[in-house]
Each structure stands twice: as C-alpha cells, then as structure tokens.
T-cell receptor, first 112, second 110 residues
Framework: KQEVTQIPAALSVPEGENLVLNCSFT??????LQWFRQDPGKGLTSLLL?????REQTSGRLNASLDKSSGRSTLYIAASQPGDSATYLC???????????FGSGTRLLVRP | SQTIHQWPATLVQPVGSPLSLECTVE??????LYWYRQAAGRGLQLLFY??????ISSEVPQNLSASRPQDRQFILSSKKLLLSDSGFYLC?????????FGQGTRLTVV
C-alpha cells in the first residue's frame, strides 16, 4: 500500500531564504508526482507535475525533483516571499486512471 | 480551456438532514473525477473516484454516496448527515496526467 510522507509538517522562514520541502513515498512504482499549493480555506492549485520518466521540473522560483529509486521528491523554493505562505502538498499516482495519494502537507510561513 | 465548478462554497446543515454537493467540469470529456474530504488539520482523504458514467469506486465505508449521472457531473450525497461529516470537501478531475481541483465546499453539520 502506497504511503506518502511530508517533512517537516510546518516551517517558518524569513523572507528571502531558499528552502526545501520533502516528500517521500513507499512504493517506487509511480506514474507521476504532483505538487500542490493550498491557501487557507481554498482548493488546491497545481504547481508542478513530474512524470515518472523525468528527474525535475521548474516553474519560476519553484523546482521539483524526483528520485524514484529512493522514493523521494523535493520542492525547492528560491528567494521565498510572504506570498509563498501556504500549505504545500505532494501526491503520487500509480497509473493514468488511478487515484492521487496525498501526503499530509507542509505548512509554510514566510515572515516579512 | 478546462474549468471545474463546485458548489456551494459553504453549507451549514443540521444533523439528520440530506446533502447534495455538485461538481461539474467543462472543456474536457470522459475525465476521471474524485471527491476528497479534508478534516481540520488533517490530510486529504479520498472518498470516491469515477473513471466513467455510472462507475463509482468507494474508498472508505461511510455515510456518503456518490453518483455520476453525466460525463462531467459528479455528485456527493447523504441521506442523513452526521456530525462527523463536517469538513472541507474537494472535487477534482484528471485526464491521464495532471489533476485539477475545485475551490471546495466547507460543510458544517450542527
């Protein structure tokens, strides 16, 4: 049974810092991995998607990496801003029609 | 472009009352559809997912049911709400790759 873990559960950093959020999964047979952002009381916004054959994806100040063999993904946020404060969730999919399995998220606070 | 609509945004219902939450997707056909629940301070729990009309898979035994009467419509229902049904309900859709979420419904059962 696939399990997804995110560490740390919460993170507080000063503005401008580079930071890394971690996601680990127990079954390396994944189809893809997706990173989401959730603002309080809102739905999920897709940030980055990494297919199983890819090693990383980049969008602006965000970079996500994937190491299937070790069951790990990281989300790197460069030059953090207060507007980056949110909960970040990772999720994996076993195949194209299957469900997303989520981690419990990392709650990020970027202090001005 | 594809869009997902979920309503209502908030709902306060008494214990024992029925529930109907609706989700529709535009701009795609035969999407995979999902209902998730997020309890306060907890992760997302998959409730139901559907790969086609009338095809519903239930992940967790519970007081809720789901239906997909049309290709791009997904409905979450209950005949009698319990206090434990309170939470934040999210609908999502996916074709083969990326998943997209609605804005959620905050349900409070009183």
């Amino acid at each position: 049974k696939q399990e997804v873990t995110q560490i740390p559960a919460a993170l507080s950093v000063p503005e401008g810092e580079n930071l890394v959020l971690n996601c680990s999964f127990t079954d390396s047979a994944i189809y893809n991995l997706q990173w989401f952002r959730q603002d309080p009381g809102k739905g999920l916004t897709s940030l980055l998607l990494i297919q199983s054959s890819q090693r990383e994806q980049t969008s602006g100040r965000l970079n996500a990496s994937l190491d299937k063999s070790s069951g790990r993904s990281t989300l790197y946020i460069a030059a953090s801003q207060p507007g980056d404060s949110a909960t970040y969730l990772c999720a994996v999919k076993r195949d194209s029609s299957y469900k997303l399995i989520f981690g419990s998220g990392t709650r990020l606070l970027v202090r001005p | 472009s594809q869009t997902i609509h979920q309503w209502p945004a908030t709902l306060v219902q008494p214990v024992g009352s029925p529930l109907s939450l609706e989700c529709t997707v535009e701009g795609t056909s035969n999407p995979n559809l999902y209902w998730y629940r997020q309890a306060a301070g907890r992760g997302l729990q998959l409730l139901f997912y559907s790969v086609g009309i009338g095809q519903i898979s239930s992940e967790v035994p519970q007081n809720l049911s789901a239906s997909r009467p049309q290709d791009r419509q997904f409905i979450l229902s209950s005949k009698k709400l319990l206090l434990s049904d309170s939470g934040f309900y999210l609908c999502a859709w996916s074709e083969t790759v990326e998943a997209f979420f609605g804005q959620g419904t905050r349900l409070t059962v009183v």
